[in-house]
């Protein structure tokens, strides 16, 4: 069988691996604690599901949408933007996609000739990079020297004549970073300077904890605005990760060109979940709320015996997301792996925690540890893996 040099040059998404191989070693029977999954553990609040049930059960849910999605959605996308933001998208202005995922992949198509170049933050979501291929362009890797957050400097130093685009992802996957308005300004100025468009994914906006606070690349000032596309989405905020909404506002003519591709690609996202995602947007917050209090729970509990755990380090408490990401370079030579890829491995098989190595996230001495897991199951986990490394 033939196949196109594109997609051979595509890595297969590493989280949705080990998340493949923990199913199968549930359904074999095997005692397996996933702390490797990105999504909320709670399922979809009622209200949701009810407004879902409604449009099939009315048959408003039967037919094709517009592509870019039905105009009650992309005003409650911007309503719920401009409460959170200060910033009024026009419907032109937003289009939805199938997830937050497809809002980045079809940006990138439309956005990228041949050779030209996206800055991509290392660590960084396993997604962007090969995305970016996918649609011919070159992701250039900004590592970050302290706190997971890149610099102007940084940035400064991989910026060509081909630079596109930066992607500015707070809070982060996989370290839960959240950048300050000042880090922000700084970045966004720097890209309006040089023409760089800021790919502003946003998608765990709404986790935020411990009384951080939290803004948007988008609420910096008009020009900063006017030069960023704002990527965000249900999945993470409303325990909707299965539903496959999210969207993309911005620049008109960006979003004109989205949506000429979203209409040969998908038709349209899912119609009875673009209902169900009018609900979550037009709602009170409280479900919200209520989740963001689990996690942070979590998060206070977790956190201090994570960084207790026998070779790992993990200086900074995360200020967002639903993940930790120490450093286990350490961890993985006190149990005699030479890589941190084979520790977790091992790990996984020895005791039935899921970790994924943070060479999928570009940096491989890390690992991720996901806390969207009730909280018997994360002392449990912790529990296992200090014996591993305390016993090896
Ligand atoms: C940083 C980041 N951006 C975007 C997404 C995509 O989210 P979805 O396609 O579920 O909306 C994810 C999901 O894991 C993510 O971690």
Redesign the pocket.
């Given at each position: 069988m033939h196949l196109s040099k594109r997609i051979n040059s595509v890595s297969p998404s590493a989280?949705l691996a080990i998340s493949t191989l923990t199913k199968q070693m549930k359904a074999k029977g095997q005692d397996v604690i996933d702390l490797s999954i990105?999504?909320p553990d709670f399922t979809t609040p009622q209200f949701i599901d009810a407004a879902a049930t409604a449009a099939i059960n009315s048959g408003q849910a039967s037919f094709y949408t517009p592509a870019t999605g039905i105009a009650e959605l992309k005003d409650a996308i911007a309503a719920h933007v401009a409460k959170q933001t200060g910033v009024t998208y026009a419907k032109s202005q937003i289009a939805v996609?199938?997830?937050?995922?497809?809002?980045?992949y079809g940006l990138f198509q439309v956005l990228l000739d041949p050779g030209d170049e996206v800055l991509v933050p290392t660590p960084?979501?396993?997604?962007?990079v090969e995305q970016i291929r996918l649609a011919g362009g070159v992701p250039r890797a900004v590592v970050a020297a302290a706190h997971f957050k890149v610099t102007v400097d940084e940035l400064e130093a991989q910026r060509t004549r081909k630079t596109r685009a930066v992607i500015i992802?707070s809070p982060?996957?996989?370290s839960g970073a959240v950048y300050a308005r000042q880090e922000l300004t700084l970045i966004g100025n720097w890209a309006l300077q040089h023409g760089i468009l800021v790919v502003a994914?946003d998608?765990?906006r709404d986790l935020i904890y411990n009384g951080a606070s939290y803004t948007s690349m988008i609420e910096i000032d008009p020009a900063i605005t006017a030069n960023t596309v704002l990527?965000?989405?249900?999945?993470?905020s409303y325990a909707?990760?299965g539903w496959?909404?999210?969207f993309a506002a911005g620049p008109e003519k960006l979003i004109d060109a989205l949506g000429k591709l979203l209409g040969h690609a998908t038709g349209n996202p899912t119609a009875a979940s673009q209902y169900a995602a009018v609900a979550a947007f037009t709602s009170d917050g409280t479900a919200v709320e209520t989740m963001r209090q689990a996690f942070e729970d979590r998060l206070n509990t977790i956190f201090p015996l994570v960084q207790k755990l026998p070779g790992f380090d993990l200086p900074e408490k995360p200020q967002g997301?639903f993940y930790l990401f120490p450093q286990v370079k350490r961890a993985a030579a006190l149990t005699h792996y030479t890589s941190v890829d084979d520790f977790v491995a091992a790990l996984l098989q020895e005791t039935g925690v899921a970790l994924v190595p943070g060479r999928a996230f570009g940096m491989p001495d890390y690992a991720r540890l996901s806390y969207a897991t009730d909280k018997a199951s994360l002392l449990d986990a912790v529990g296992r893996i200090e014996n591993f490394v305390g016993n090896n």
């Open positions: 989280t990105g999504q996609t199938t997830g937050a995922k497809l809002a980045l960084g979501w396993v997604s962007y992802n982060q996957n996989p994914d998608i765990y990527i965000s989405g249900v999945s993470k909707m990760t496959r909404i999210g997301a």
